[in-house]
């Protein structure tokens, strides 16, 4: 594995200082590699997002344990804005658009934290990239469809040069074609311009593809990583999270008992 | 004819300084929303100081106000800084009982220090009436309209085409989302009180020189209410224009209903405004996708 950018060493989050969100989590991502940290809901994928991105206070959130570093630098309690000017960018949960403003505007706070003289060379490299948001620039953005409010997220994100771009369920909500496009938009940046990203996704099998290694989070805990190859082939990773039985044929949703075995990886 | 011409000029006029007060109210609840019930406290306090600034300096009008600017900035950040940024992140209702704390806590600081009796404001400016086609008008109110004239026009290119101002609305929309730009939010928050205390600075500045400068000088923030409302409280531009339609509002129903409907006036158009558009005429719907 080629040197982490990002790393977190058991990160443990509080939420109000006494609900316990996420507990001693370790993880690495490497540099030019897309990593997935995947999980059901609830398990704490975003918390670990916001806690990396610096976010975590508006909800009363803490790290109150472990540390966070981004390229070589601790950055466990920045501040957004330094972090995000560090070239660690999130593309939030459900897109977040801002809805009242138009897209150029949109993508021009994404390029809030760089150089005024910067936005219009980083806005052609964008609408290059999506031309559908070239098409759409002059309109509310929140009147957009949910694929095109996603390219505007990702290339918001983009908008603000990011070294590692983190995803937090991109494919949520969106047809099946519209999440091959921007996925493969994803693999093309990280193929040609070797962008770091960390995938979290509920769609394992999606993500599993894309990604070189992943993490399985549950309760707020890590339960296995591994390279994606191996996780696939991870009985345990097959029967909850890809959906095949223990023979490797696609179970019947009626013959899903999950109670009837017990995940080896919790015993 | 004359009469109502009369009316409708001093209406334009009293409505110019609603206005400004008003787009004071918008910025701050478009940035951090907030309703600032300090905002009339913020214009008494600014303009007493521009009124110690003109009886020393024997400054005139349009100078007497960029001076006056960047003063009221100060104490706007100042004020935000040391009352509100403390509440960051407690229920908004409390933000706003501490703006009506702020709010007397300024209007004694005033009295205390300047005094509860009237001054006559010096502006320097020829009583000499100006008639506009058929209209008479004083000096000041034309200066009044231009100033509201041009900080409308000021905020509208300020709001569309700067960084700074897009941020600003940005803010508003999505506070969470324009964190993860790195948009430093309690930085907009500071510069939303700064704002809203130079234009009310400029109101105070201006109503007191149309009137006189006294105690009671505080009620035109409440006054100004109604505008606010009208323009929806989120529509800077909106405020303004509110502020026209409901200085007209006000002296219109004074000079053919009745004397004491000066006062209700606007709120009855408070009223009707939050029965027919909620969310004002120009403020924001809540985009909504099916």
Do not use: C
């Not at chain 1, 070294?163 to 093309?188: C, W």
């Not at chain 1, 549950?218 to 994606?228: A, C, K, M, Q, T």
């Not at chain 2, 009352?83 to 229920?91: A, C």
């Amino acid at each position: 594995m080629s040197a982490s950018i990002l790393s977190l060493t058991n990160v443990q989050i509080f939420y109000d200082r006494v609900i316990e969100a996420v507990r001693d989590i370790s993880l690495d991502v490497a540099e030019g590699k897309i990593v997935a940290l995947l999980g059901a809901n609830g398990a704490g994928k975003s918390t670990v997002l916001k806690a990396i991105s610096g976010t975590l206070g508006r909800e009363d959130g803490e790290v109150v344990n472990g540390s966070i570093s981004f390229g070589g630098e601790t950055i466990t309690h920045r501040r957004a804005a330094d972090i995000v000017g560090r070239g660690l960018v999130q593309v939030p949960e459900g897109r977040r658009l801002f809805p009242t403003l138009t897209v150029v505007e949109n993508l021009v706070m994404g390029g809030y934290s760089q150089a005024a003289s910067q936005t219009r060379a980083d806005l052609d490299r964008v609408y290059a990239l999506f031309p559908r948001v070239y098409e759409r620039r002059d309109q509310i953005a929140g009147y957009l469809s949910g694929g095109e409010q996603q390219m505007v997220a990702v290339g918001r994100a983009l908008m603000a040069h990011p070294k590692l771009l983190m995803l937090d369920e991109p494919s949520l909500g969106l047809a099946p074609q519209i999440i091959d496009d921007i996925f493969d938009t994803i693999i093309a940046l990280n193929r040609d311009t070797g962008l770091t990203v960390l995938l979290v996704e509920q769609n394992a099998q999606l993500a599993l593809n894309v990604a070189a290694y992943g993490y399985i989070m549950e309760n707020g805990r890590i339960v296995l990583d591994g390279p994606s190859e191996r996780l696939k082939s991870n009985a345990d990773v097959q029967e909850f999270y890809l959906g095949f039985g223990q023979s490797g044929t696609r179970k019947s949703m009626r013959d899903v008992k999950h109670y009837k075995r017990r995940k080896r990886w919790l015993s | 004819m004359e009469y109502f011409l009369f009316l409708v000029s001093s209406g334009l006029v009293v409505g110019a300084t609603y206005g400004l007060v008003g787009m004071g109210f918008a910025i701050i609840y478009k940035a951090t929303g907030i309703v600032n019930f300090a905002q009339g406290e913020l214009l008494m306090l600014t303009a007493y100081i521009a009124f110690s600034l003109a009886s020393s300096l024997s400054l005139s009008l349009v100078p007497l106000m960029i001076v006056t600017i960047p003063i009221a900035m100060v104490i706007g950040i100042v004020l935000e800084r040391v009352f509100i940024r403390p509440m960051l992140g407690e229920p908004l209702f409390s933000i706003v009982m501490v703006t009506i704390g702020l709010a007397v806590i300024l209007r004694g600081v005033t009295i205390m220090i300047w005094g509860p009796d009237p001054h006559e404001f010096p502006t320097g400016l020829s009583t000499q009436v100006v008639l506009i086609g058929p209209v008479p008008f004083y000096q000041v109110q034309l200066y009044g309209l231009a100033t509201l004239a041009a900080v409308t026009l000021a905020a509208w290119a300020f709001f569309r085409f700067t960084r700074l101002g897009i941020a600003m609305r940005a803010v508003a929309a999505n506070e969470g989302a324009a964190m993860l730009m790195g948009i430093e939010v309690s930085r907009i928050h500071m510069i939303a009180w700064a704002l809203a205390a130079a234009v009310a600075a400029l109101a105070g500045i201006l109503f007191a020189s149309m009137f006189k400068l006294g105690p009671t000088i505080w009620f035109e923030g409440l006054r100004s209410f109604p505008a606010v409302i009208l323009g929806g409280l989120d529509s800077v531009l909106g405020a303004a224009l509110g502020g026209l339609v409901v200085g007209l509002i006000e002296n219109l129903a004074q000079g053919y209903i009745g004397q004491g409907l000066r006062e209700i006036a606007g709120f009855v158009v408070i009223v009707v405004i939050l029965m027919l558009r909620p969310y004002g005429l120009f403020g924001a719907r809540e985009i909504e996708r099916v």
